[in-house]
């Protein structure tokens, strides 16, 4: 497995894959890995000849009073996990790298991102957006995977590939819990043992939304107040949204008439967590 720190050497490296006929499978991350990231390492892995991981604490997302400096950092572990699944190239650019001085181009997508985590973090998704592209760039993939867990991130990043005819094909796959069903983050590890046990209020909030909608429940007022009171009951949990939307355009929904998304971002002391879980159709009874 190489390590790669200069956009010149990952695009020598790229030109060499593609020169050889192989398809390139990429997986961005911020590192502190976890399973969730390498279930989409192993999913590149079966589907693509060579992959590539980006690990890259992208400061152009972070607000000013956001997590940017504690950040989990622990390259030399990532790494090793990186190699353990099969990774091929890691790149790892330093900040300079990426914004070197002088730098003042950003990418900014409308509508998609001023709702939801958009509406809580301004500025986040225009740093999101804009250092994905630049990695499309210069990796230059055939197939790129992220997680179901960052759901708002993935419709953002579906629609800008599609909107900028970029040559890449987007993948999104199930969010991997732990057993007791939290949704795997590397914001996790900010969490005490007690906010821990807190935290499951997400996952159980979403299932009792699946629950109430199985039985037959239509309307999103009644699921978001289902979700909001049963995560208000946990003392340590302070809500930054509800939402039913529209999975494509993220608008909200009043009845559930298809699939929708139920998405919730909590703060857990001072940590703010996110998940969501998709209304099925087959879920749905008609």
């Known amino acids: 497995m190489k390590v790669v720190e200069t956009i010149a050497e990952m695009k020598r490296l790229r ?20 399973e969730g990231h390498l279930s989409l390492m192993r999913v590149a892995r079966r ?29 030399a572990d990532d790494c090793r996990m990186c190699e353990g699944v099969g990774v091929d190239v890691v790149f790892a650019p330093p ?46 993939p055939d197939v790129t995977y992220f997680g179901q867990k960052d759901f708002q991130q993935t419709v953002v990043i ?43 209020c997400l996952y159980r909030a979403l299932q009792r939304a699946e629950a109430l909608v199985k039985a037959g429940e239509r309307k999103a007022s009644v699921l978001m107040a289902e979700v909001t009171n049963f995560i208000s009951a946990v003392p340590k949990a302070k809500i930054d949204y509800v939402a039913v939307a529209d999975p494509e355009s993220l608008a909200p929904v009043n009845e559930i008439g298809r699939e929708a998304v139920v998405a919730l971002a909590v703060r857990i002391g001072t940590t703010r967590l996110i998940d969501n879980a998709v209304l099925q159709p087959s879920t749905i009874n008609h």
Do not use: W
């Not at 991981?53 to 622990?74: A, L």
């Not at 909107?163 to 069903?181: A, F, H, I, Y």
């Open 47 to 75: 589907e693509t000849d060579r992959v590539v991981v980006s690990i890259f604490v992208n400061p152009t997302q972070f607000g000013p009073r956001e997590d940017f400096s504690k950040y989990p950092r622990q390259l």
């Open 158 to 200: 579906k629609r800008m590939a599609a909107d900028l005819d970029m040559d890449v094909k987007v993948v999104v796959l199930p969010t991997v819990r732990e057993p007791d069903g939290l949704a795997m983050s590397s914001r996790n590890k900010y969490l005490s043992p007690s906010e821990r046990k807190d935290a499951l």
């Open 95 to 140: 900040v300079k790298e990426m914004y070197p001085e002088g730098y003042c181009t950003f990418v900014e997508q409308t509508r998609l991102t001023d709702v939801l985590c958009g509406a809580a973090r301004p500025g986040h998704f225009r740093g999101v957006t804009t250092v994905v592209t630049k990695l499309f760039n210069i990796v230059a």
């Open 15 to 34: 030109e060499e894959l593609r020169r050889a006929g192989l398809r390139i499978g990429f997986v961005p991350t911020m590192g502190a890995l976890h």
